[in-house]
């Protein structure tokens, strides 16, 4: 649900998650969250707002003498209290006559040694507790921008995961001003923002976690009550290479073990329970009196208001005047819960395709052979499925996805096929349908459409390099760990792998489940295709190593990839029906590559390549020698690769390839008692289970000797 794009779109789109909201109507919270609310039953019993200072010393005291886990205020007091007797004797000393100064100085002499001389000195003394977070505001306008040495005081540790990305690099909002308490009242164990922004529907789907200040993060009122609440000390921001201006985009937000998945820019998709009230509503005026003190104790607290003149009132998805303390309480709600709503990129990317490629398709052959009645009902019908299937799979499990953009994508394409079917000629209808299959090709990218004779069915020959991957014991791992884990670890290993795909100027083909198959080459030439398919082989495999970090502390199990390379004559073009093409590659070489991808669970290996691949790559990395294999499928042998680095490894790895080779000659050469020598000495240095494989063949050998005559040290593989 990107506001980055049209906001016409993303206004629709929010229409469409808060009718899902109301259909689905309140959901049970977690009961940790209490609301002390400054309604109107405590206007009226104590007087209009502001109160005096010594009258909410008083309500934190009550709510501190319950033992809360924490006490969040969400509201600012940038002014002193007028009504202070040390204020109001201020002023009097100020404006009065000479010879009354003296007397209103010996009079405030003597009201100093009163507790209650200083009614804001009252507010702070109370809110000196370990679980108490006040609140301040930022400005984002320059003409707002306040002295830049005023800054708010965050108690949390703050870190970035990679380590290696710093604070100003974070694609946060940028504030350019802070309105804080006054430091008498500032005395809590740590404060958080309270800014809000309604999207271009004027509705709050999304609220900052983090803003930036001074190129440092700090977190809202919300984050801060439920990590104090939860006695949580570290807040880690997980960033991705992904960078919008220069700046790495947010994957989420971390509070010990507990993962929050927010927008590019740090946001988090409330999830909201209910209409107003669904969370525990305490008086102030109740409060102060003495009542609910055991319905205070270990919760999370916030004190606000709902009374309709103090203008805190904002538009939800359940009404157009909700109050803002209880959307923090529904934040803190999602933190504790972890139930958030995530907004899914990838996921909506493919669901775009599908909706305008085969809804799009389905309507125009259904308006093809029916009446445009008829066809108008089969319409609508499919809008009601793509928006209860929306409903169902994703919103009902916390997934945001736009379908918008799709449906009026579909309904514009839908439309034009209509509109030219009613007023042109069968050969002109004929022309648009045929125009119309074409756009159904899911893999073509803008330059495809300039050049529409590459979406024909005639294949043609071309050298390119192919490249396929694959999780290692995927299904096992499913098992493990719930769907909603696996769906996430998915998402960001496709979407990792898919930009270094792009990046290095590969054409991802298409996803088999969690695996992955890439073309170099096509659509447009690329002299340096091995080459660049070399480096996004190494540069995945790093990426890997990363994210495996990062995916221990989010709770996600580590996993490893196959990947193989093979660089060849194949052939290229649209293949599939008049109705749908698919824009790939097919031939020997296609298969060699898949089975190369196969083979590294066999040697132990993550990345394999063949001969082609590493003559085509050139001098600019350094690949170390497996074997000489005949795969299944295939009659003519093929030495293969294992890739090490760019440029040149560590001695230690050049001379363990160097014996490993030596051994390998001697093993070709038939002589297997030596070459098992050789390799059990490679096997002391160098401890991978190619060595093993090599040990366990030979000993096959020794019992069972090949026929010297045909014997060349080729090994046949029988299976994929």
């Given at each position: ?19 899902m ?16 609310d400054i ?9 209009q707002w ?8 008083r309500l934190?005291?009550?709510i501190e003498d ?5 006490l969040?205020l969400?509201m600012?007091?940038p ?12 002023n009097?000393e ?6 009354l100064i ?15 001389y200083?009614?804001d ?18 400005t984002f306008?320059?003409?707002s921008?306040s002295?830049?040495?005023e800054?708010p005081?965050?108690?949390?540790n703050?870190?970035v995961s ?8 974070l694609n946060?909002?940028e504030a ?6 006054i430091p008498?009242?500032d ?13 271009a ?8 976690l983090?803003?930036?200040?001074n ?12 990590r104090?609440g939860?006695?949580?000390k ?6 991705s ?16 073990n ?7 820019f740090?946001?988090i ?9 669904t969370?525990r ?8 009196n003495g009542?609910?003190?055991s ?12 009374a309709?003149g103090?203008?805190?009132l904002?538009a ?5 005047a909700?109050?803002g303390?209880?959307?923090?309480a529904t934040?803190i ?7 958030a709503f995530?907004y899914?990129?990838f996921t ?11 809804g ?15 066809c108008?009902s ?6 009601s ?11 009902m499990?916390?997934?945001l ?6 449906l009026v ?17 069968e050969k002109e209808?004929?022309?648009i349908?045929?125009?119309f ?5 899911p893999s ?5 459409l300039e050049?529409?004779?590459?979406l024909?069915?005639?294949?043609k ?5 192919i490249f396929?991957s694959?999780?290692r014991?995927?299904?096992t791992?499913?098992?493990k ?6 769906a ?13 795909i792009?990046d ?5 083909d ?16 690329d ?14 495999a ?7 970090v ?6 996600f199990?580590?996993i490893?990839?196959?990947?193989g390379?093979?660089t ?11 109705k749908?093409?698919d ?6 070489n296609?298969n ?7 083979l590294?669970?066999y ?9 082609n ?14 074997d ?14 294992e ?6 490894p560590s001695?230690?790895i050049?001379i363990n ?7 390998f ?7 297997f008692l ?7 000495q490679?096997?002391i240095?160098?401890?991978?289970q190619?060595?093993?494989?090599f040990?366990?063949?030979?000993n096959?050998?020794?019992k ?11 090994y046949t593989?029988?299976a994929?």
């Open positions: 649900m990107p506001e980055s794009g049209n906001r016409l779109i993303f206004s629709l789109d929010s229409q469409v998650f808060s009718a909201f109301k259909f689905r109507g309140k959901e049970k919270t977690s009961g940790k969250v209490v609301i002390v309604d109107e039953p405590s206007l009226k019993a104590l007087g502001p109160w005096s200072r010594d009258i909410l010393a934190v005291n009550k319950s033992h809360p886990l924490s969040g969400d600012i007091f002014e002193k209290d007028r009504s202070s007797p040390s204020n109001w004797l201020d009097l100020k404006k009065t006559y000479t010879s003296p007397v209103i100085q010996n009079l405030k002499q003597n009201l100093k040694q009163q507790k209650n200083n009614f000195t009252l507010f702070g003394d109370a809110l000196f507790r370990p679980n108490t977070i006040t609140g301040f505001s930022f306008s320059a003409a921008g002295d830049k040495d800054v005081f965050v108690s949390a703050i870190n990679p380590h290696n990305v710093p604070f100003s690099h946060l909002s350019k001003g802070v309105v804080l308490n008498d009242i005395q809590g164990e740590s404060q958080g923002f309270i800014n809000v922004f309604p999207n529907g004027g509705i709050i789907h999304k609220i900052p983090l803003v930036s200040f190129s440092l993060p700090y977190p809202s009122l919300a984050l801060e009550t439920a104090i939860l006695k949580i570290n807040i880690t921001i997980h960033t290479e992904n960078k919008i201006d220069n700046k790495n985009t947010i994957i989420g937000i971390s509070l010990g507990r993962f929050i998945p927010t927008d590019n740090g946001a998709s409330v999830n909201y329970r209910g209409p107003l009230r969370f509503y305490c008086s102030a005026i109740d409060i102060i009542k609910y003190s319905l205070l104790k270990n919760k999370f607290v916030l004190i606000g208001t709902s309709s103090l203008s805190d904002r939800t998805p359940f009404s157009s909700f109050p303390v209880e959307i923090n934040i709600d999602n933190i504790i819960k972890q139930d995530q899914d990129r909506e990317s493919m669901i775009i395709y599908l909706i305008v490629i085969l799009g398709a389905a309507l125009t052959v259904i308006l093809t052979f029916t009446t445009p009645l008829l108008g089969a319409g609508l019908a499919f809008f499925v793509v928006l209860v299937g929306n409903y169902k799979f994703f919103f499990n916390h997934k996805i736009g379908v918008v953009y799709p994508s579909v309904t514009a394409v839908f439309a034009t096929v209509i509109v030219t079917s009613l007023f042109f000629k209808k004929k022309f349908e045929n125009a299959a074409h756009y159904l090709a073509l990218v803008s330059q495809l050049q529409p004779e590459k024909s069915l005639e294949g020959e071309k050298e390119v390099t396929f694959d999780i014991n995927f299904t791992i499913s098992e760990i719930s769907s909603e884990k696996i996430k670890l998915l998402n960001f290993y496709l979407s990792a792998m898919t930009d270094i792009l290095r100027k590969g054409m991802v298409k996803y088999i489940g969690d695996a992955i198959m890439a073309i170099w080459g096509i659509p447009l030439d002299p340096f295709h091995a080459e660049n398919a070399m480096n996004a082989g190494l540069e995945m790093e990426a890997l190593k990363k994210m495996n990062e995916w221990t502390a989010m709770g199990p580590q490893s990839i196959g990947m390379l093979n060849g004559i194949v052939n290229v073009g649209n293949f599939g029906t008049s749908r093409f824009y790939t590659v097919v031939g020997k296609v060699l590559a898949s089975r190369l991808e196969s590294n669970k040697y132990g290996t993550s990345f394999l390549i063949s001969q691949t590493k003559n085509m790559a050139g001098g600019k990395f350094y690949s170390r020698f497996v000489i294999v005949r795969v299944k499928g295939m009659d003519e042998p093929v030495k293969i690769f890739p090490v680095c760019s440029g040149q001695a230690e050049k390839d160097k014996e490993f080779q030596a051994a000659r001697m093993y070709r050469k038939g002589h030596k070459s098992k020598k050789m390799f059990e490679c096997k240095r160098d401890k991978r190619i060595n093993d494989v040990i366990e063949r030979i096959a050998f020794i069972h000797p090949p026929d010297k005559d045909t014997w060349q040290g080729i593989f029988s994929k």
